[in-house]
């Protein structure tokens, strides 16, 4: 994955697994993997474990700052309070229609879909989300997937909860290797 570049949007509240697995599995691989947040986060990004407080995590860059088209993928963890402020944060939303737009990968596991949900982008899709969600997800169009713990359609892969973390991730690499042609970044400014 070496040269590859992925933003991982979160914000307070995700569940700590949900982005520590997939931020070491692709660092370990070679990719640059940026935290990005929204606005009114600073400097770190808390982390939670079933509600619990629990590690805070270096943010790379505010949602302001950061353009889809520099990233070949968009990664949105689920947990607690994250998705809820996340889905309802315009800049969040525009980033990732932007990115779809971009033909960007945009992966989300758990409870993160519903970030998609509100951002268009479920409708007509199959679709996959922690149990809960689900009929939230079918309710917006989606074609919802309760069996297999990694969807892709097109160039939304989503899976059901932490406990599909190694397929999810190693879906997003592979989904990646095969669609390098979404991945040429353009250059700063």
């Known amino acids: 994955m070496k040269g590859l570049k992925i933003a991982i949007a979160a914000a307070h509240g995700f569940e700590e697994i949900e982005v520590t697995y997939p931020l070491r599995y692709f660092q370990a691989r070679g990719a640059t993997v940026e935290i990005v947040t929204p606005d009114g986060i600073k400097d770190r990004v808390m982390a939670i474990q079933f509600l619990k407080p629990s590690i805070w995590i270096p943010v790379t860059k505010q949602i302001s700052q950061a353009k889809p088209t520099d990233y070949c993928a968009v990664m949105v963890p689920g947990g607690a309070w994250n998705p809820i402020i996340k889905r309802t944060d315009g800049e969040v939303l525009d980033f990732l229609r932007g990115a779809n737009k971009a033909g960007k990968l945009i992966a989300s596991v ?70 390098r042609a979404h991945c040429t970044l353009h250059e700063k400014e």
């Open 110 to 179: 758990c409870h993160g879909p519903q970030v998609l949900l509100n951002a268009g982008l479920v409708s007509g899709k199959e679709i996959t989300g922690v149990s809960d969600i689900r009929a939230d997800l079918k309710n917006a169009g989606g074609n919802v997937v309760e069996d297999r713990p990694l969807v892709v359609d097109g160039n939304i892969l989503t899976s059901r909860d932490p406990n599909d973390l190694k397929q999810f991730s190693q879906g997003i690499e592979q989904y990646l290797k095969k669609n």
